[in-house]
C-alpha cells in the first residue's frame, strides 16, 4: 500500500509559478512510475505529466509542455511538479497518482493509488 500526499497548491496570479510535492509513503516509491492529473470544476479528470520510475522518461500533455516540469527524488519518497507560466486555465485541483509497473503513462486506469489533491488557483 502506499499513501500519497500533495501540497504546494494555492493562489497564484496569472504568469507565476507553483511548485506542487507528492510525498508517498513505503520502501516502494522508487519502483513506481509516479503521474500527476488535474481536475477543474465541472470537467473530467485529465492527465497532466508523468515521469518513469527512473526518472529515465517523462510524459506531458501538449498543453502544459515547455511550462511544467516534472521531477522525483527517490531518495525523499517525492515528486515535484514545477508550473510555471501559469494561466487560469490551469486552475483545478491536482492529483498525484503511483503506478506499480514503473513506466509513464497517461491514462489514468493505469494508476493504482492517488492522493487526495491539492487546489490551484490561477487569477487573471
Known amino acids: 500500500q502506499v499513501q500519497l500526499v500533495e501540497s504546494g497548491g494555492g493562489l497564484v496570479q496569472a504568469g507565476g509559478s507553483v511548485r506542487l510535492s507528492c510525498a508517498a509513503s513505503g520502501r516502494t516509491f522508487s519502483t513506481y512510475a509516479m503521474g500527476w492529473f488535474r481536475q477543474a470544476p465541472g470537467k473530467e479528470r485529465e492527465f497532466v505529466a508523468s515521469i518513469s520510475w527512473s526518472g529515465s522518461s517523462t510524459l506531458y500533455t501538449n498543453s502544459v509542455k515547455g511550462r511544467f516540469t516534472i521531477s522525483r527524488d527517490n531518495a525523499k519518497n517525492t515528486v515535484y511538479l514545477q508550473m510555471n507560466s501559469l494561466k487560469p486555465e490551469d486552475t483545478a485541483v491536482y492529483y498525484c497518482?503511483?503506478?506499480?509497473?514503473?513506466?509513464?503513462?497517461?491514462?489514468?486506469?493505469?494508476?493504482?493509488?492517488w492522493g487526495q489533491g491539492t487546489q490551484v488557483t490561477v487569477s487573471s
Open positions: 497518482a503511483a503506478e506499480k509497473l514503473g513506466l509513464a503513462s497517461r491514462h489514468r486506469s493505469d494508476y493504482d493509488y
